[in-house]
């Protein structure tokens, strides 16, 4: 297989193409670094500003969706120790939270004294989604370049789980510790419009809805949520313009007893179900949904290729993927579907 010889992307990721040297359009089209360090600076005082005029308005200055896996702990740490706000960490309990994880997160929130909230959604709710999305694509195929179906629909939960909590308590950050791979810079910081966000909701929410029906409603956004539109948060992923160094996140949060989860995927630090997701996304469209975001971070040599490569590349734990058939109760599928007419109907032509 073909793959970009400067980022890691394969032939099979949608819209690629290489020039005679074998470097990917994507590669060819970044901006280069000086730019790129100008663009988080801008966002980075616009972040910090907007800290400024929120600060003390409400009870929460933010919201902050905690998974407990590395990232998020460090975005979390920053946004008390640097940034001395008030926050509110959240998470979003998929039935799949490793038993360490849940350590990591009373002591990581304990040690920065954040108060903490569990959702926990009916997991044979969760159970028929996930089941539903390891067998056909529910999105569209543009959604599932940067992340599979089963964990597209997971953070829909999240994302929009997020928004009505924070609408309801007018909390008016609501901040995610995606990777800078994860978040592009440009938007890194804004404002919630309404209306757009009625859209994708409804992108996701419908498929969604058609398998489990008013079950899901709970965890998202209803018309009494739209009324005042003054009440939507900003949206903010300060990983994205703060500095970014896995062995400094490190140095961060372990001091705070954070422990890597046994288990995972190299691409996870807090979720079992990652494993099979994206098991289930290579064998549908021939890539690793982590390959964008593992891409981008080399190009910004936050992260060396050969070490990109390796996570793409690395099998899943057996007794992980085990678990976690047997739980949903699907099978793991064998080879790539390309005979699926749904996939083939996605393919752009």
Not at 82 to 97: E, P, R, S
Not at 220 to 246: G, I, M, T, W
Not at 279 to 305: C, I
Not at 319 to 326: M, N, P, Y
């Amino acid at each position: 297989m073909t793959t970009c010889i400067r980022c890691i992307l394969p032939e099979t990721f949608p819209g690629i193409t290489f020039d005679q040297d074998g470097v990917c359009n994507f590669c060819l089209a970044f901006r280069g670094q000086e730019r790129l360090d100008a663009e988080r600076e801008r966002m980075r005082e616009k972040f910090e500003q907007l800290v400024d005029e929120v600060r003390g308005l409400s009870t929460y200055d933010a919201l902050m969706c905690y998974s407990g896996g590395k990232d998020s702990s460090y975005t979390l740490s920053l946004l008390r120790k640097q940034l001395d706000l008030k926050v509110l960490a959240v998470t979003l309990d998929n039935g799949f939270i490793p038993d360490q994880t849940y350590i990591n997160i009373r002591k990581v929130c304990d040690a920065l004294c954040v108060d903490h909230l569990l959702v926990k959604p009916r997991f044979d709710v969760l159970r028929r989604i996930f089941a539903a999305a390891s067998e056909r694509t529910l999105y569209p195929r543009k959604t599932l370049e940067r992340a599979s179906t089963i964990c597209t629909s997971c953070i829909a939960f999240v994302k929009f789980g997020a928004l009505r909590l924070s609408i309801e308590k007018e909390i008016p950050i609501v901040c995610y510790g995606w990777s800078p791979g994860q978040a592009p810079t440009v938007s890194s910081v804004f404002k919630h419009n309404p209306a757009m966000l009625r859209s994708m909701q409804r992108t996701l929410y419908d498929p969604m809805h058609e398998i489990v029906g008013d079950d899901i409603r709970p965890y998202f956004l209803e018309q009494k949520h739209f009324n005042d539109p003054s009440k939507f948060p900003h949206n903010a992923s300060p990983l994205a313009f703060y500095e970014y160094d896995e062995d400094k996140i490190l140095e961060e949060i372990t001091p705070m007893g954070w422990r890597r989860p046994k288990g995972l995927d190299a691409n996870s630090s807090n979720c079992l179900l990652n494993s099979y997701a994206n098991l289930v996304h290579k064998r549908q469209f021939g890539f690793n949904p982590y390959v964008w975001e593992m891409a981008n971070m080399v190009r910004t040599s936050q992260v060396d290729r050969r070490s990109a490569l390796d996570r793409i590349t690395s099998e899943e734990e057996s007794s992980t993927l085990g678990s976690v058939v047997e739980r949903l109760g699907v099978t793991i599928p064998l080879a790539r579907q390309e005979e699926d007419p749904a996939l083939q109907a996605d393919k752009p032509g």
